[in-house]
């Protein structure tokens, strides 16, 4: 699959690009299934929400879960990640941000260069992220807000809180923007909001401002989120690195399945 020049260039000055409905309805339910096996699996890779046992986030599922080990090498994901960035590509994080119903909780307005620098010390903006809709987007259950073109910009905000709220994971809060900042950035760029049913896929860029509210509906909104990495653009921390489960160690450049990874999976099960 690629992505015609107009959404090519539309990824490049928006920062952002939705394609509507990407998956089938039997693919999304057999990745929901793998995300409640995964969730309920124990481990450090399991975050939950503050003073409570519901699911925030979710690490590294393709390293347990078939479902989401074929799908990182789906060609409807992958090729588009290779035709914005570069044929050698790796995942380096997998995560699922779960936001339950009736309680999920916001993620700070923030951008994910910055923390992957401060945490990885990763040289340069060299990703493309990959996020699938596990669930219905609406405006009720905490979409993930854009500043549309803000990656242009560069970094806006420089180091992080010293109240840090995790050195593993290096949440949002800790590296948010200021409201000064933010409304400096909402003045030049304005907000939006990508919505659409569940197997929609929204590609962003590292750089981009973005964040979202908690959700406040009985809706819940469970999105995974792959990063992709040039291959020629690994980490180098500086002393101990960050688990495996938060950044990932297996840098060899992924290639694309020759068919999507449902029936891949279908061949393997049969």
């Known amino acids: 699959m690629r992505l015609t020049q107009h959404q090519a260039d539309q990824y490049h000055e928006q920062g952002f690009l939705l394609l509507d409905s990407l998956l089938a309805p039997r693919e999304v339910e057999s990745l929901r299934a793998a995300f409640e096996r995964d969730a309920r699996t124990p481990g450090p890779q399991v975050v939950t929400e503050d003073g409570g046992t519901q699911v925030r986030a979710v690490y590294s599922s393709h390293q347990r879960q078939p479902e989401y080990a074929g799908l990182i090498r789906d060609p409807r994901l992958l090729e588009p990640v290779q035709q914005l960035l570069t044929e050698d590509v790796y995942v380096y994080q997998f995560k699922i941000n779960a936001k339950p119903a009736f309680g999920g909780d916001k993620w700070a307005w923030h951008q994910d260069f910055l923390a992957w620098r401060l945490a990885d010390n990763l ?68 907000m939006t909001s990508p919505k659409g049913p569940a197997g929609s896929v929204v590609l962003f860029s590292p750089e981009i401002v973005h964040g979202s509210s908690p959700n406040m509906s009985p809706y819940a909104r469970r999105l995974l989120i792959v990063t992709y990495n040039d291959a020629a653009n690994p980490p180098r921390p500086t002393g101990e690195p960050r688990p495996d489960y938060v950044v990932c160690r297996d840098t060899e450049p992924l290639r694309p399945l020759a068919a999507p990874f449902s029936r891949t999976l279908s061949a393997v099960t049969a």
Do not use: C, K, M, Y
Request: aromatic share 4%; hydrophobic share 35%.
């Open 123 to 190: 040289p340069a903006p060299r990703q493309v992220n990959i996020g699938v809709f596990l669930d219905d987007v609406n405006e009720f259950n905490g979409p993930v807000i854009f500043l549309p073109g803000s990656h242009r910009d560069g970094l806006v905000h420089e180091g992080r809180s010293a109240a840090a709220r995790s050195e593993q994971h290096l949440d949002p809060d800790d590296i948010s923007l200021s409201p000064r900042q933010l409304a400096e950035h909402v003045d030049r760029h304005g």
